[in-house]
């Protein structure tokens, strides 16, 4: 059964997330799925690409497919954890990437939707940075998309707590670009893709590449970036971060020591 749906109308492509069952979780397989209708969607000189779910969804994505994770001893985020592969190919994208959102955003699929160059949310949609519930240290180039999308307070108050931020009040904070009602949320975004599609489609190309190489521009000396790395294997050889992927699978609340 396919995990996701896609369309092409004009030069508007359209990816819809489909698999409800799993919360639209971003295993490797929905990843290749998506990675190869953006491919296709090159391929065939789409202007714009909209990323959705199903209508009417609770859950946009519940983000990481948890039971994909390593139990520990090893780099649950690294360069070729399927997240990676699909953020890098949304910003590598030769045109703009709107996120459409109705319902929760969760962890992973956070970062997904601030790495899009627009975000159109429903009042329904909430964001959840949700690692510390499973004792997951987050990597550096995901710490980035979310610094560059929030303010550093925010990304503390976020990633700290785990607790979601409403659409109204990501909007206010420049997070979310609108939000609109969710039977205007369709034609809306719509709209905006058809906006976007009659302006020159190589100047748009080269200045989010542009925007993409400046906002990536984030000096770090080789022992800095190595500091960081150590301090994130901490995490991922503790006894903290295999009881929290134990506690998911297990469908219990983690115990967590700091050990």
């Known amino acids: 059964m ?14 819809i997330l489909d ?37 009417g969804t609770t859950v946009w994505s519940a983000g990481h497919d948890v039971n994909e994770l390593p139990e520990g001893r090893r ?29 929760g955003v969760w962890g992973g699929a956070c970062e997904l939707a601030f790495a899009c160059d627009l ?31 929030c303010p550093l307070r925010v990304v503390k108050e976020m990633v700290f707590t785990a607790k979601p931020i409403s659409a109204e009040r990501a909007e206010r904070l420049g997070v979310v670009n609108r939000v609109v009602p969710a039977e205007e949320l369709e034609a ?8 976007i599609c009659q302006n020159a489609p190589l100047s748009i190309s080269v200045m989010k590449e542009q925007m993409r190489m400046l906002a990536g521009a984030h000096p770090m000396s080789p022992r800095r970036f190595e500091r ?8 991922y050889d503790s006894e903290d971060y ?11 609340v983690p115990k967590f020591s700091g050990h």
């Open 75 to 103: 780099d649950p985020l690294g360069w070729d954890d399927p997240l990676r592969a699909l953020v890098r190919a949304i910003e590598e994208f030769p045109a703009p990437v709107i996120a459409m959102i109705e319902g």
């Open 242 to 252: 295999a009881e929290g992927i134990r506690a998911f699978r297990e469908k219990r």
């Open 188 to 195: 809306f975004t719509q709209g905006l893709a058809w906006d």
């Open 2 to 15: 396919p995990l996701i749906e896609t369309k092409l109308d004009g030069a508007v492509g359209t990816i």
């Open 119 to 149: 975000i159109v949310a429903a009042p329904s949609a909430t964001f959840a940075v949700t690692p510390a519930k499973l004792g997951v240290p987050y990597n550096v180039t995901g710490m980035l998309t979310f610094l560059n999308a």
């Open 19 to 55: 698999n409800p069952e799993r919360r639209n979780a971003l295993s490797a397989e929905v990843v290749e799925d998506v990675i190869g209708a953006l491919m296709g969607f090159a391929d065939k000189h789409a202007r714009v690409v909209i990323l959705r779910a199903q209508p």
């Open 228 to 235: 960081v790395q150590g301090l994130r294997r901490i995490v």
